[in-house]
């Protein structure tokens, strides 16, 4: 069990800098998720942190230690890998217990932990099949079992689920999570994929470019995105962004694109005032976005009209792809919604959840306020 | 109209595609005997008493009874109707006897010692440069690699005479060692190592070093059993080509007959009788030059022809 520490790490491949000042703070048994598009970074962070790659400049520490020097064998990390990377010539006992051989651990201990282990990942009858006779979910747990065995202080994990079918990713996430809350040790987990990110991490970092962009809880990331590309990334369907200014009417303040004119709440307005006349960007999610003949309760509500281009049945709800005044957007709606292609509809946006980005730097407008905000409203 | 044609021109085609396939068969049937009537004629004659040889056509059945005396009591040579038919022929040993009595079983012994030990020295520095240059980043990294790949590109007899010079200056010639060292490792070798080593997915290397493993433990112990296929592919190209190497052992040993291996010895079978070579020996001679690999190809194909399949990789 180990806390890491990046500090001010820079990272090029010859002259393409991949990562920029990455500084972050992660405790003990926290599991962190890298997240973020392809080429963002996140797997040269880990493979960093493992010591596959070295650090151009900056710091990576494990616990106490500084491990920029240090080879990858004497980090005390154990890492899965996206294609499990399972030695094809060693059985599935073999493949686990290399790493407890390679560091002399009495026979007897080797044995008890590779079975132990195995148990608990529910392979043991496969100790004795070489890795080409397993099930791609087999393999997975092989690799993951090859990492618990040799106790780590850190797990690192690249990309473990993204070759396993939809149905067993579900199940191979919970998975991982259970096992993180039993070993309680650290965990990172790089993945592209914001829904592994978001069920599973107790806190997530979002890079993109080989920038970090925010990291924080979950809650946070989907509540208060720090910037444009957050607010983007973190939410599927992604969140729709229009062109508008923030303007004052009757002393209320307004946001106004080409299509629609939303009155800032009171209570909510205070960030942006000092804003005012400026060009923001419009962040709304699809899912603040109602069927007007179906509201939930406790939300703000404020009427648009659009045409619906295409409706895309889920069960439990209904995609809608919109158009009003040639500008396209997406709404999540309530499945009995009786929406029809090519029919104007009435909907309504809960202006509560509206986001503003300022246009030229691409910030949220209200980061540090909804912080404070959020805090107060769960009583942190 | 449009159906009439295809019910005419249906069993016509088929007709058409049996003929050619026929005729494919034909050829190749054929070209498979004559790759095979050498080596069949070599066992044959090389079962048979000397006038047997010479007489044609050649027969090749042998028909009891085995092991004829190819010479009368007073010591003249059998006709060759005594021993063979048209097709048929009683087999002897004489030219296995005769061929015993030569040096044969130094020959064999210097030829095995050649094979093993230039076979299990390429095999160990091939993997070893291979591996580096696959994987090991250091300068002049590339620059190395297109000169070995050069020296595949100049002729083997254009080294001769150079190599000749090296070990003579080194005091080398007409030793075990000179021939052993001066054939330790081939450039054809580095080359199929390290083309395969790069086929290997580097995430594998990388699970190991994570693993605890230092660069010489997972080379031995995850990469080389990884290279199966590549090692036995080289196993195979080393000991054939040391076995059969004529050229570089007559430069290296010369006229020291108690150094030579199976085909020098087997030249000067030939040499020794001239005008009258005594085909029977000789042939005698080949065939036992010829068995051990014939057996280790055998043994190996296997594996030779089986792949490592990677499916330890993605699901």
């Not at chain 1, 399972?86 to 007897?108: E, I, Q, S």
Request: glycine content about 6%.
């Amino acid at each position: 069990m180990a806390s890491v520490t990046y500090k001010n790490v820079n990272k090029s491949f010859g002259d393409v800098h991949v990562i920029h000042d990455l500084n972050i703070e992660i405790a003990d048994g926290e599991f962190l998720v890298f997240v973020g598009p392809s080429g963002c970074g996140k797997s040269t962070s880990l493979r960093m942190l493992a010591g596959l790659e070295e650090v151009t400049s900056g710091e990576i520490w494990i616990g106490e230690r500084m491990v920029n020097n240090v080879a990858p064998k004497d980090r005390d990390v154990a890492m899965v890998f996206q294609s499990y990377a399972l030695y094809p010539h060693m059985t599935v006992y073999d493949n686990m217990a290399f790493g407890l051989k390679l560091r002399r651990t009495p026979k007897n201990i080797i044995d008890e932990r590779v079975r132990e282990a195995a148990r608990s990942l529910g392979i043991e009858q496969l100790l004795d099949r070489k890795p080409r006779q397993l099930s791609g979910g087999q393999r997975q747990r092989v690799a993951v079992g090859r990492a618990i065995v040799r106790e780590p202080a850190v797990f690192l994990l690249d990309e473990p689920l993204s070759n396993l079918d939809a149905k067993l990713r579900v199940e191979a996430r919970a998975f991982i999570s259970s096992l993180h809350q039993r070993l309680e040790t650290t965990f990172i987990y790089v993945t592209h994929d914001q829904v592994e990110a978001m069920t599973m991490g107790t806190r997530i970092c979002v890079l993109n470019a080989g920038y970090l962009q925010q990291i924080d809880t979950p809650f946070n990331l989907y509540h208060n995105p720090r910037n444009v590309f957050v607010a983007g990334f973190i939410g599927s369907p992604s969140m729709n962004f229009f062109d508008a200014e923030l303007k004052e009417q009757d002393g209320s303040l307004v946001v106004e694109t080409k299509e629609f004119r939303f009155v800032i709440p009171e209570n909510l307005a205070e960030p942006y005032k000092q804003h005012l006349g400026k060009k923001v960007v419009l962040g709304i999610r699809p899912e603040d976005i109602h069927d007007s003949q179906f509201l939930p309760s406790n939300i703000t509500p404020a009427q648009i009209e659009a045409t619906v281009d295409i409706i895309e049945q889920m069960g439990n709800e209904v995609i809608l792809y919109l158009d009003a005044n040639d500008t396209s957007f997406i709404a999540r709606v309530d499945p009995r919604t009786r929406a029809r292609v090519g029919a104007d509809m009435p909907l309504v946006v809960n202006v509560d959840n509206l986001h503003l980005f300022d246009s030229e730097t691409e910030l949220s407008l209200a980061y540090e306020y909804k912080q404070e905000l959020i805090a107060r409203e769960r009583g942190e | 109209m449009a159906s009439s044609d295809i019910s005419v021109s249906t069993p016509s085609r088929f007709a058409l595609r049996r003929a050619i396939s026929v005729v494919a068969f034909a050829f190749l049937v054929l070209f498979a005997l004559l790759e095979a009537v050498p080596f069949v004629l070599t066992v044959a004659n090389s079962f048979k008493c000397l006038p047997a040889v010479q007489d044609y056509p050649q027969s090749f059945i042998p028909v009891p009874p085995f092991g004829v005396e190819c010479r009368t009591e007073s010591g003249a040579s059998r006709p060759a109707e005594e021993t063979a038919g048209p097709l048929t022929f009683n087999p002897a040993l004489e030219g296995y006897e005769r061929v015993a009595e030569f040096n044969l079983p130094t020959w064999f012994r210097n030829s095995i010692i050649y094979a093993v030990a230039i076979t299990v020295l390429r095999v160990m520095f091939d993997s070893l440069a291979g591996y580096a240059l696959a994987r090991i980043k250091f300068p002049g990294n590339r620059l190395v690699f297109f000169i070995i790949l050069g020296t595949m590109m100049i002729p083997g007899v254009v080294l001769l005479i150079p190599r000749f010079i090296i070990l003579k200056q080194l005091g080398m010639l007409g030793t075990y060692q000179g021939v052993i060292f001066s054939l330790a490792a081939d450039a054809f070798g580095v080359f199929l190592m390290k083309q395969f080593f790069e086929s290997i997915p580097e995430e594998i290397e990388e699970a190991a070093m994570v693993d605890g493993a230092n660069r010489l433990t997972m080379f031995f112990r995850i990469v080389l059993p990884m290279a199966t296929p590549a090692l036995t592919a080289l196993t195979i190209f080393s000991f054939q080509g040391t076995w059969n190497n004529y050229m570089d052992v007559l430069i290296i040993v010369g006229g020291q007959a108690d150094l030579w291996n199976l085909p020098l010895g087997l030249a000067q079978l030939r040499g020794q009788f001239g005008q009258t070579l005594e085909w029977n020996i000789f042939l005698a001679g080949s065939v036992i030059t010829t068995l051990p690999l014939a057996i280790l190809f055998f043994v190996f194909q296997r594996y030779f022809v089986e792949g490592i399949s990677y499916t330890g990789l993605k699901g």
